[in-house]
């Protein structure tokens, strides 16, 4: 699969995102202390805005989260999934590092994202 | 027309009413008028009397106007007394010997306060309250080096406010010695009493009931310095007032022949003619059916009644209701018809809460079901309703029983509403819901909302779901802890007070020493502005670049759309031309809409993220900074015109509330802080609302904390009067100081002083005593605030690096997303 270069890994903030243009979509990409990288929509969808990248990053129990900077709404960094709301999932994008410059996959990942229970019906 | 001679003994507030009457219906000019005041002033509003300390003036409290006095109109003769009356002649001996005649004479003389002849009344230092004289007699003596304790005789009305003042002109220590078993038996019965006793306990005022004094004990000075009781207990007064009862001035008369009553009082029939022809008696002087009035309504209806009556309109004076609402020390009382009824014959109905100190008793005939009177404290909603049907004005509504309820209680505390009652309107979760989550295992606020999502849109009712959470827990037997997420086991104050110790600079070091994981969207900011309130560094240096809520991290607001609102500094509230100009140039250049904030200065909204340096860079150059809208930090400081313009304005409020932005601006706090200045009692600014108000004085300024506007209004409490702006300043840097120190995130002035034991007496204790010693270092911390405040916007524009961040994408600087626009009365807004 095809991939997008970001930038220079060491322009990326620590613990924060900065957005990015993939294939005409708006990407996330966060670069945590302790190394690992992670890309998800930056549209936020509880917003309907393109704002992920400017939110706070942090982990509830040992998952890397963002908190969306308008209502706080957080997102699995690594699966998309929301915390606050069951029924609302981001995309993934795979995000590597190659020869010191962030990648970022040209199309989203499809994670298997765990239906709400009572949305089942 | 034959003209008649009207004399007027004593200009107080009911002498100066019937006077105004008078002239009033006088169009024809049949009455000269002679006004005969001891006092050295026009009269003035005795009621209000105690605001006087607050700061409002004598100019302020003056019922006659100015210029009336001078018009001559009305001859008025103040600081002299009428001795005596030779009632066949018609005349009166003035003190300075003069003698005047009369056609018509009234006596409006008022009352005198009553001393409790206990040995020792005498000494120095003991007062009366009464007149403005008194009061300034009071302040001086209260204010004297040395005086710390103050102690009223009598635990009514005046006596409470009379302990309300000592309380605000400074002294710690005030007591009030009340024989009675509770205060004011006689309008509020025993419920009422005691509740009453518990507001004054929770106002700081120590209130001492069946008790009785045994005599004062004067100190080296010579002055009073204790007051022994007759079981040996000694309370210590550095001043002492007397407010034991009022009893009518009816001297005059005595000595002039006159009849009066048993107990007192010039005797008047419903005519108010008093035993002598053409002299007639008013107010609180005059005795009416066997009953003396000491209350102002009774007196102004009896000068109504008279003042119609000489200008051939008589009708008869049937005497008075005395119902009355007050506000005691803040305290909403109310007493109506009957108040006090009891016994076999009257049925009642109570409510008594005592946690929100409410009282309310309905008297009823027990055989009719008929409301007879009842008191009200702490909450006097339908005061109105209730009198107007004891006194068969109103019909009794069916559902009586219903009012008893107060309708102005506060909201109750989430842990005692019912399972039904709405706590997250947004998600609709009901209280039920979130007791049911806390009862299946959720022990944290995140738990709570992934649960139920309640508090996952605006956020409003989070501190509500924090409060229920934690109460259901304790019901429950679960220890509440105070930490502040999953990673920190620390309270805000606890992780402030280890930074502060171990001087850390970084997250990572707070993080690797006392926290776990990779921290959150609560503690981050936590932690970012502990560190801005102790360093005052750039706060996007470094690691804390990652602590900064979007705001912060942006300098600017985020909008609802994802674009930012600029709103530039705009110290009290004051601009100049062009720079009003410059913003309005802005604001077109960038297609900005523009709006004036609540908090009187101007917000530019719709800016896109890669626009804020630019406009940011046209702000500065205008000579404007950043207005720190964006942070947890101080916010405005309002201010009216003041004194520069204002014909009221004692003080200058704009040039003090600059002063005051300048220093704090940009001080990170726990929550936002906003401040007003007013330059007088009027209060324009509305200070009162804010965390900090200030409210100028004839002699310096009075300071109020605690207030606050938002979610849940709450008045700032008085804090200290009169201060020079020396002493101002000092006082609101180590509040501020010690507010930062110790208050939870997100915690208003209001709501930590409401947390804090002992409240406003403690934290007096701390910044104005000194009892914990650290005076010096809260000082210190204002000091290097403001000693190292640099403007983030001007640190941004200096430095590239600083500055890449605005751009929306890394990899296509060229790109930005563009948010549907609509127009709306002529400008740009979110579609
Ligand atoms: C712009 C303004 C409304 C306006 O157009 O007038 C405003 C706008 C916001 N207010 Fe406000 N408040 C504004 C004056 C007020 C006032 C009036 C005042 O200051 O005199 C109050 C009530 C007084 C008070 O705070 O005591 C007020 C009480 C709040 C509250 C409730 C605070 C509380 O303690 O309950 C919030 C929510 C919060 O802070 O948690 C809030 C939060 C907000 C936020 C920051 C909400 C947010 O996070 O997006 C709004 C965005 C500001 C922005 O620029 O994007 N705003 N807000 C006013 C800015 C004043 C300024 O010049 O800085
Ligand atoms: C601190 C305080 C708070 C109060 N609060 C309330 C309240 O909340 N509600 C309420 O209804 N009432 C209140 N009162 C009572 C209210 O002030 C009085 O009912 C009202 O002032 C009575 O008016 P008056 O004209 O009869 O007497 P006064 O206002 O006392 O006026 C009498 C005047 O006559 C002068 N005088 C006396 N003898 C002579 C003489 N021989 N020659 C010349 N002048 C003479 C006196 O110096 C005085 O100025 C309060 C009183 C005080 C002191
Ligand atoms: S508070 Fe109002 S009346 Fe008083 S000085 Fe200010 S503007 Fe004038
Ligand atoms: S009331 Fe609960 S989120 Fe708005």
């Known amino acids: 699969m095809s991939r997008v270069r970001i930038a220079h890994i060491d322009s990326l903030p620590v613990d924060r995102g900065v957005a990015a243009v993939v294939s005409g979509e708006y990407v996330a990409i966060f670069r945590l202390a302790d190394g690992e990288l992670a890309a998800i929509d930056h549209l936020d969808p509880c917003s309907n805005v393109p704002v992920l990248a400017r939110g706070l990053v942090g982990c509830v129990d040992g998952t890397p989260v963002v908190a969306s900077p308008l209502h706080k709404q957080r997102f699995d960094l690594r699966t998309g999934r929301c915390l606050d709301d069951p029924n609302v999932s981001v995309r993934v994008w795979r995000v590597e590092v190659i020869d010191q410059t962030v990648t970022v996959a040209a199309e989203p990942m499809t994670v298997a994202v765990e239906p709400p229970a009572e949305s089942a019906a | 027309m034959e003209r008649r001679h009207v004399l007027v003994v004593g200009n107080g507030m009911v002498g100066q009413r019937f006077v105004d009457r008078l002239v009033a219906a006088d169009d024809g000019g049949e009455f000269d008028i002679t006004v005969i005041g001891e006092e050295s002033r026009p009269a003035y509003d005795r009621v209000a009397l105690s605001s006087w300390f607050e700061g409002r003036s004598e100019a302020d409290l003056s019922l006659v106007d100015a210029s009336f006095v001078g018009s001559g109109r009305v001859d008025y003769r103040f600081g002299r007394t009428v001795d005596t009356i030779d009632t066949a002649a018609y005349t009166v001996l003035l003190d300075d010997g003069t003698v005047l005649g009369y056609d018509e004479l009234v006596l409006a003389t008022g009352s005198f306060p009553f001393v409790p002849p206990i040995p020792g009344h005498d000494i120095d230092g003991t007062f009366v309250y009464r007149t403005l004289d008194d009061l300034a007699d009071i302040k001086r003596c209260a204010q004297r080096d040395g005086c710390t304790s103050g102690l009223v005789i009598g635990g009514g009305l005046l006596g409470l406010e009379a302990a309300n003042a000592l309380r605000a002109l400074g002294l710690d220590d005030v007591h009030v010695v009340e024989m009675a078993p509770y205060p004011m038996p006689a309008q509020l019965g025993e419920g009422g009493g005691r509740m009453l006793a518990r507001w004054v306990d929770s106002l700081g005022v120590q209130l001492h009931c069946g008790v009785a004094p045994d005599h004062f004990e ?150 009719t079901g008929r409301l007879l009177g009842g008191a009200l404290v702490g909450d006097v909603s339908g005061y109105e309703l209730l009198t107007a049907v004891t006194l068969g004005q109103a019909t009794q509504p069916d559902d009586l029983p219903a009012y008893i309820l107060p309708a102005s209680i506060r909201p109750p505390d989430e842990g005692t509403l019912p ?178 904030t609540g908090g009187q200065r101007i917000d530019l909204l719709g ?225």
């Open chain 2, 218 to 367: 004067a100190g080296a000075s010579g002055t009073v310095e204790r007051l022994v009781m007759s079981d040996g207990t000694e309370y210590p007064c550095d001043v002492v007032i007397f407010s034991a009862g009022v009893r009518p001035r009816d001297q005059v008369a005595r000595d002039s022949g006159i009849d009066v009553g048993e107990r007192g009082g010039v005797m008047v029939d419903d005519t108010l003619a008093t035993s002598a022809p053409n002299v007639w008696a008013i107010g609180e002087v005059a005795v009416h059916r066997e009953r003396v009035y000491g209350l102002v309504a009774p007196g102004y209806e009896m000068a109504a009644a008279l003042a119609a009556r000489f200008t051939g309109e008589p009708g008869d004076y049937a005497g008075s209701d005395l119902s009355t609402k007050l506000k005691l020390l803040g305290v909403d009382v109310a007493s109506f018809g009957q108040s006090n009824a009891m016994g076999d014959d009257i049925d009642e109905i109570v409510y008594n809460d005592p946690v929100n100190r409410i009282f309310r008793r309905f008297a009823l005939d027990a055989a």
């Open chain 2, 419 to 596: 399972d039904g009652a709405l706590l997250c309107s947004c998600n609709a979760v009901s209280v039920g819901t979130i007791r049911g989550a806390v009862a299946e295992g959720c022990t944290t606020v995140s738990e709570i909302k992934e649960a139920t999502c309640a508090g996952t849109s605006c956020g409003g009712c989070v501190p509500g779901v924090t409060t229920l959470v934690r109460n259901e827990l304790q019901s429950l037997g679960v220890e509440v802890s105070n930490a502040l997420c999953e990673h920190f086991d620390h309270s805000r104050k606890e992780l402030f007070a280890l930074v502060r110790f171990h001087r850390y600079r970084t997250w990572a070091e707070v993080l690797s020493n006392h926290g776990t994981g990779r921290g959150c969207e609560i503690c981050r900011p936590t932690v970012a502005s502990i560190l801005a309130s102790l360093s005052n560094g750039y706060v996007l240096d470094g690691d804390q670049s990652s602590l900064q809520d979007t705001n912060d991290h942006h300098l600017a607001n985020m909008q609802r759309n994802g674009t930012y609102s600029v709103i530039p500094r705009v110290p009290g509230g004051e601009i100049t031309p062009d720079q009003l100009i410059a913003l309005g140039l802005i604001a077109k250049d960038f297609d900005l809409y523009v709006k004036i």
């Open chain 2, 607 to 831: 800016a896109q993220m890669h626009d804020l340096p630019g406009i940011w860079q046209r702000v500065v150059d205008a000579g404007m900074e950043s207005g720190h809208a964006y942070g947890k930090a101080l916010r405005t400081v309002k201010s009216c015109v003041g004194s520069v313009w204002c014909r009221y304005g004692v003080q200058d409020s704009v040039g003090m509330a600059i002063d005051l932005e300048n220093r704090y601006r940009g001080l990170r706090s726990p929550h936002k802080l906003k401040m007003g200045v007013s330059g007088c009692t009027r209060e324009c600014a509305e200070a009162q609302s804010k965390d900090v108000g200030v409210i100028a004085t004839e002699s310096g300024w009075n300071l109020y904390v605690g207030g606050n506007g938002g979610r849940s209004p709450r008045h700032a409490d008085l804090f200290a009067t009169d201060l020079d702006d020396e002493t101002l300043v000092r006082t609101i840097d180590r509040f501020l100081a010690y507010y930062i120190r110790t208050a939870d995130r997100l915690q208003r002035t209001s709501v930590w002083l409401d947390s804090l034991d002992g409240g406003l007496e403690h934290v007096r204790s701390v910044i104005v005593d000194d009892e914990l010693g650290i005076c010096d270092e809260l000082d210190a911390d204002i000091a290097l605030h403001v000693d190292t405040y640099e403007c983030e916007w001007r640190a941004t524009l200096n430095d590239p690096e600083r500055l890449s961040h605005f751009v929306e994408f890394v990899n296509a600087p060229e790109e930005n997303t563009t948010p549907v626009w609509i127009q709306e009365r002529g400008q740009r807004v979110p579609a």
